[in-house]
C-alpha cells in the first residue's frame, strides 16, 4: 500500500490518519511489539508537524506519504514551517536536559525505528521500520 495525504494543522485529523496507516501496518503482518514502535514515532512526529513545524496555525497544511509492505513500512511527513537542523536538538538525557521538555520524541523515534532521515530544510522526517519479511531475513 502507498498513500499519500494532505491534512490539517489539527491533532484529531492527525491521529485519525495515523490510525488508518497502523490498521495497513497491522494488515501486513507486523506484531503487537513493532506495531507500537511504529505508532509512537508516526503520532510523535505528526504532533511535532502540527505544534513545532506548523505552530499550530490552522492555514499551513502538512503532507504524510506512507509505504506499507511486508518489506518495511516507510512514512514522510513534511510541514510548512521554517525547519530546524536536528543535529541541534540538545541529547534529554543529558543531565543538564533532564528537566527540559524538548529531544524526547525524537530520541524516541531514533530508538524505535530503524531509520529516521530528515530533509536539508529539516521540515520533513522520513520514518522506517522494516516489515516482518525483512525481520526473517
Known amino acids: 500500500m502507498y498513500q499519500q495525504w494532505t ?8 491521529r ?10 497491522r494488515v501486513q503482518g507486523y506484531d503487537q511489539d513493532v506495531c507500537f514502535a511504529i505508532r509512537l514515532a508516526l503520532e ?13 496555525d490552522p492555514l499551513k497544511k502538512i503532507s504524510i506519504s506512507a509505504y506499507v509492505g511486508t518489506d518495511k513500512t516507510d ?17 534529554p538525557t543529558a543531565d543538564e536536559n533532564l528537566e527540559k521538555p524538548g529531544g524526547r520524541g525524537l530520541m524516541l523515534m531514533r ?6 532521515l530528515f530533509n536539508a530544510r529539516g521540515n ?14
Open 7 to 14: 491534512i490539517p494543522t489539527d491533532l484529531k485529523t492527525g
Open 44 to 56: 510523535e512526529a505528526i504532533v511535532n508537524a502540527i505544534k513545532h513545524g506548523n505552530g499550530c
Open 16 to 25: 485519525e490518519l495515523a490510525e488508518d496507516i497502523l490498521h495497513h501496518v
Open 111 to 116: 530508538a524505535y525505528m530503524d531509520q529516521v
Open 124 to 137: 520533513e522526517i522520513r520514518i522506517i521500520k522494516n516489515g516482518p519479511v525483512q525481520a526473517q531475513q
Open 75 to 91: 512514512i514522510t511527513i513534511a510541514d510548512e514551517g521554517a525547519g530546524f537542523n536536528p543535529q541541534n536538538v540538545p541529547d
